[in-house]
């Protein structure tokens, strides 16, 4: 306010407007740059006062002028330049203001270029808008949209890698049971074991590709890394490993046990991985409870306001290097890329997948010290009690009898479905896909005691194949299978009155308990 009495000038009016304008203002002469005007705002930005000592050629340098990928931004793009050479309105969307604080500022410029009478530039007028958190939302969200299409190709490559395993899994399981040499009988095995090796890679693309999850309860954080503490202590037996956890009261969260488990785990490893100097080497993991309004741009995953459950897990490390903090989480993405312990790339990329399928998201900080790494998991804390989990199966086989219907498109696992079950006693049926099935199931509707029906197929899937199935008999016993885990279409059908669902690959043990408990 001026003091009464006293009138201000066109001058001093429009100085004080533009001083109070949330969008930074920044005046110059044409050609040489010199400082004419610069608002309160524009000082915000840069994080600095500005400087008539700079010109045209050192604008970059002196005000910290970057690209959006950290390199110094080309004085000849800067729009200061282009205004004048092109005389028109210009918009820049790509710079990135590195303030002397350490802080780093995102902005859009428009550039007016002001002509004389004789059409020669000789002023040009930049307005600076910080967009910092637009090209944060924007960052995640192509980084959201690469990942899914990772994990669409992931999800798919691991449910037909499953169905590859399954069918030799119980061909070589077939084999060993009736082969007499003790060599053969050992190399059958270890064909087996190698199909369990495989199925967990699968698991791990698979977590990633967040396609699916079990029946999830209602778990205490706190209690589950505490039962995993003698694991963490002998994974970690060379680096001083930390327990600082505060969120037992209210530290509780819907989730899937092993899921969660593996999490922890993989997190630590990471951080196990990341210790190069074991001497002073040290992990802490950290829980308590937290109110979640928002994430920081190092944040991927869901991000839902309201009261959360952290999970930290920090080490004293190298740390993740800015230029690659956006890859981290893509599968086969691995800084080590030598020697036995070469990375798979699939850890964090599984930490991913997993904490997204719970509502979750992960945050990316400095570790402990202010060195290393700061991976931060935020779950939903849990508000409501679980719904029940479906009892296990029994752990007795007994031998089958009766005609058990196979519908599965995938020609070797139909056929080594048919072997698996007529070592069992089984007298096995199988079709190719729900029209066939469905003609097989009205020609032996009376001896079909149960149908091994395979989620994914093409024209008719397992949901439409389920529904036509029970419109012949409404007491048709179904087993689900999959090389999926069990995901929401899946407990639809379950839901539906189907009996069970098993995961492929499955062991012969597996498929024998199974069908025992719902033939029984």
Same mark, same amino acid.
């Given at each position: 306010?001026?003091?009464?009495?006293?009138?201000?000038?066109?001058?001093?009016?429009?100085?004080?407007?533009?001083?109070?304008?949330?969008?930074? &203002?920044?005046?110059?002469?044409?050609?040489?740059?010199e400082?004419?005007?610069?608002?309160?705002?524009?000082?915000?930005?840069?994080?600095?006062?500005?400087t008539d000592?700079?010109?045209?050629?050192?604008?970059?340098?002196?005000y910290?002028?970057?690209?959006?990928?950290?390199?110094?931004?080309?004085?000849?793009?800067?729009?200061?330049?282009?205004?004048?050479?092109?005389?028109?309105?210009?918009?820049?969307?790509?710079?990135?203001?590195?303030?002397?604080?350490?802080?780093?500022?995102?902005?859009?410029?428009f550039?007016?270029?002001?002509?004389?009478?004789?059409? *020669?530039?000789?002023?040009?007028?930049?307005?600076?808008?910080?967009?910092?958190?637009?090209?944060?939302?924007?960052?995640?969200?192509?980084?959201?949209?690469?990942?899914?299409?990772?994990?669409?190709?992931?999800?798919g490559?691991?449910?037909?890698?499953?169905?590859?395993?399954?069918?030799?899994?119980?061909?070589?399981?077939?084999l060993?049971?009736?082969e007499?040499?003790?060599?053969?009988?050992?190399?059958?095995?270890?064909?087996?074991?190698?199909?369990?090796?495989?199925? &967990?890679?699968?698991?791990?693309?698979?977590?990633?590709?967040?396609?699916?999850?079990?029946?999830?309860?209602l778990?205490?954080?706190?209690?589950?890394?505490?039962?995993?503490?003698?694991?963490?202590?002998?994974?970690?037996?060379?680096?001083?490993?930390?327990?600082?956890?505060?969120?037992?009261h209210?530290?509780? *969260?819907?989730?899937?046990?092993?899921?969660?488990?593996?999490?922890?785990?993989?997190? *630590?490893?990471?951080?196990?991985?990341?210790?190069?100097?074991?001497?002073?080497?040290?992990?802490?993991?950290?829980?308590?409870?937290?109110d979640?309004?928002s994430?920081?741009?190092?944040?991927?995953?869901?991000?839902?306001?309201?009261?959360?459950?952290?999970?930290?897990?920090?080490?004293?490390?190298?740390?993740?290097?800015?230029?690659?903090?956006?890859?981290?989480?893509?599968?086969?993405?691995?800084?080590?890329?030598?020697g036995?312990?070469?990375?798979?790339?699939?850890?964090?990329?599984?930490?991913?997948?997993?904490?997204?399928?719970?509502?979750?998201?992960?945050?990316?900080?400095?570790?402990?010290g202010?060195?290393?790494?700061?991976?931060?998991?935020?779950?939903?804390?849990?508000?409501?009690?679980?719904?029940?989990?479906?009892?296990?199966?029994?752990?007795?086989?007994p031998?089958?009898?009766?005609?058990?219907?196979?519908?599965?498109?995938?020609?070797?696992?139909?056929?080594?479905?048919?072997?698996?079950?007529?070592?069992?006693?089984?007298?096995? &049926?199988?079709?190719?896909?729900?029209?066939?099935?469905?003609?097989?199931?009205?020609?032996?509707?009376?001896?079909?005691?149960?149908?091994?029906?395979?989620?994914?197929?093409?024209?008719?899937?397992?949901?439409?194949?389920?529904?036509?199935?029970?419109?012949?008999?409404?007491?048709?016993? *179904? &087993?689900?299978?999959?090389?999926?885990?069990?995901?929401?279409?899946?407990?639809a059908?379950?839901?539906?009155?189907?009996?069970?669902?098993?995961?492929?690959?499955?062991?012969?043990?597996?498929?024998?308990?199974?069908l025992?408990?719902?033939?029984?």
């Open positions: 306010m001026s003091p009464a009495g006293v009138v201000l000038s066109d001058r001093e009016i429009i100085h004080a407007l533009a001083d109070d304008l949330p969008i930074g &203002l920044w005046v110059a002469r044409a050609p040489n740059g400082l004419i005007y610069a608002n309160r705002a524009f000082a915000e930005i840069m994080g600095q006062q500005p000592e700079v010109q045209a050629g050192a604008y970059a340098g002196r910290g002028i970057f690209t959006r990928d950290g390199r110094p931004y080309p004085e000849q793009r800067l729009p200061f330049y282009r205004a004048i050479h092109e005389n028109a309105i210009v918009v820049v969307d790509d710079i990135t203001i590195r303030r002397p604080d350490g802080g780093d500022v995102d902005v859009r410029a550039a007016r270029p002001v002509a004389d009478s004789a059409g *020669v530039v000789s002023h040009v007028i930049i307005a600076f808008i910080d967009i910092t958190r637009e090209a944060e939302a924007e960052k995640r969200l192509q980084r959201a949209q690469r990942l899914e299409a990772i994990g669409t190709l992931a999800g490559i691991a449910h037909d890698f499953n169905n590859l395993i399954f069918g030799i899994k119980l061909i070589a399981a077939d060993s049971s009736s007499p040499d003790p060599k053969r009988r050992a190399a059958l095995e270890m064909i087996d074991d190698v199909t369990e090796r495989s199925a &967990l890679l699968t698991r791990s693309l698979l977590g990633f590709a967040r396609r699916g999850k079990h029946r999830a309860v778990i205490a954080l706190d209690d589950t890394i505490m039962g995993m503490r003698v694991l963490l202590e002998r994974t970690l037996s060379s680096v001083t490993i930390q327990f600082d956890l505060g969120a037992k209210r530290g509780s *969260v819907i989730a899937d046990q092993a899921q969660l488990e593996q999490v922890v785990m993989n997190l *630590v490893v990471n951080a196990r991985d990341a210790l190069r100097d074991t001497s002073r080497a040290s992990v802490r993991i950290t829980t308590r409870t937290v979640l309004d994430l920081r741009g190092g944040s991927v995953g869901v991000v839902t306001p309201g009261a959360h459950v952290l999970l930290e897990v920090s080490d004293n490390g190298v740390g993740v290097a800015p230029e690659i903090r956006d890859r981290v989480f893509e599968p086969y993405f691995t800084t080590k890329q030598h036995a312990d070469r990375g798979t790339g699939l850890g964090l990329a599984t930490v991913l997948g997993i904490v997204e399928s719970h509502g979750g998201s992960i945050e990316i900080t400095e570790g402990l202010g060195r290393g790494t700061a991976m931060r998991v935020y779950l939903p804390a849990a508000l409501d009690e679980a719904e029940a989990v479906r009892p296990r199966i029994p752990s007795a086989a031998a089958g009898s009766g005609t058990i219907l196979v519908i599965d498109d995938d020609a070797m696992v139909r056929n080594a479905l048919v072997t698996a079950l007529e070592s069992l006693g089984y007298r096995p &049926l199988s079709a190719e896909g729900g029209d066939e099935a469905l003609a097989v199931y009205r020609e032996h509707r009376g001896a079909i005691r149960a149908v091994l029906l395979d989620m994914i197929m093409p024209v008719m899937g397992g949901g439409q194949t389920f529904a036509a199935l029970r419109e012949l008999d409404p007491e048709v016993s *179904v &087993l689900l299978m999959s090389g999926y885990t069990i995901n929401d279409d899946v407990q059908i379950l839901d539906r009155g189907a009996r069970g669902f098993i995961t492929k690959p499955y062991s012969i043990e597996t498929l024998a308990r199974s025992a408990q719902i033939v029984q």
